[in-house]
């Protein structure tokens, strides 16, 4: 099957039926393993245990910004190619994307209390992390507030991509301004500053939370899938029986249905 | 496994991300029953797709 056969729903829909299996069993191996590897790490000689926290908190952190990556190539998709998949994939990432933001910036902030005295700090990169998660929050709401999915997709791919300029300016922050946050120690010249103890588990998390994220995608788009054709069904019965009330089990759906 | 002073921040970090992960997986479980109940109950009422394929089928 090559790539542009995807771009056909129902052989999406197929691929997807053979992959989830797999990949929710990779995904919870991953998990399995990272947390094992996790509990286990040592406590950091400043930190302590706390510092098990990371371990949670940088893989959604990473995610939280990578969805927006991923939505943002979705995006282009939809209004330079108009790739029938790609509105379905960006709408799809947004609610795993707001969930992954939420979770680093909870995470961050209980890891904030022990470690900087304080829960929230309003300095560059947690004001700029909080308005990734307002963005996602407001993208969701757009996906929502316009009932034809197609002209709901050029708007929010546009508000994407707009949104994307604040990813380099999450990553930088730490770099630009002056911020409680430390810089970065994985990702950055010259390699990664942590000791191995924390390096693996903290690998091997993010891959298992990227892989959550891959599983999470794949089946929300395949409800996107069958939402719309839930949707185009409805207006064929629409047009076949004017007046008619929808049949049982899709009352009420053309309004949500985008 | 001793984590100190700071056992409930630890605690409450897994346990928030635990939640949110399963809230995630039962909303897509439970949104993938609601469509696929309602494009049955919409082919069983006679309404089917122009290429004739049943809407639930995946091939």
Do not use: C
């Amino acid at each position: 099957m090559s790539l542009i056969d995807l771009a056909n729903p129902t052989r999406f829909l197929a691929l997807a039926a053979r992959l989830l299996p797999w990949l929710a069993l990779v995904t919870v191996g991953l998990l399995a393993a990272g947390l094992y590897l996790s509990a286990v790490a040592p406590d950091d000689y400043q930190q302590g245990a706390t510092v098990k926290i990371m371990f949670i908190h940088v893989p959604n952190a990473w995610l939280s910004m990578f969805v927006w990556g991923v939505m943002s190539i979705a995006s282009l998709g939809t209004l330079v190619w108009r790739h029938p998949l790609a509105d379905v994939a960006a709408k799809a990432a947004a609610p795993i994307g707001a969930s992954f933001t939420f979770l680093a910036l909870l995470t961050g902030s209980l890891w904030g209390r022990p470690m900087w005295g304080t829960y929230w700090e309003w300095d560059a990169r947690l004001t700029s992390v909080l308005i990734l998660f307002l963005m996602y929050l407001g993208l969701m709401a757009l996906w929502r507030s316009v009932e034809d999915p197609t002209r709901a997709a050029r708007a929010a791919a546009v508000l994407t991509l707009v949104g994307a300029i604040n990813l380099p300016i999450i990553k930088f922050s730490v770099d630009w301004w002056n911020t409680l946050h430390q810089p970065a120690s994985v990702m950055r010249m010259g390699g990664p500053a942590l000791d191995k103890s924390f390096l693996i588990p903290l690998l091997v998390m993010a891959v298992g939370f990227s892989f959550l994220f891959i599983t999470l995608h794949v089946a929300a788009m395949r409800n996107e899938i069958l939402r719309r054709r839930v949707r185009s069904l409805q207006m064929m019965q629409a047009r076949a029986y004017p007046g008619s009330a929808p049949a049982s089990g899709a009352t009420g759906q053309i309004v949500g249905a985008a | 496994m001793d984590l100190g002073p700071y056992t409930s921040f630890i605690a409450t970090s897994y346990l928030a991300a635990a939640l949110v992960v399963v809230l995630l997986i039962g909303w897509i479980a439970i949104d993938y029953r609601t469509q696929k109940a309602r494009l049955r109950a919409l082919e069983e009422s006679g309404i089917s797709r122009r290429s004739g394929r049943a809407a639930t089928d995946i091939q």
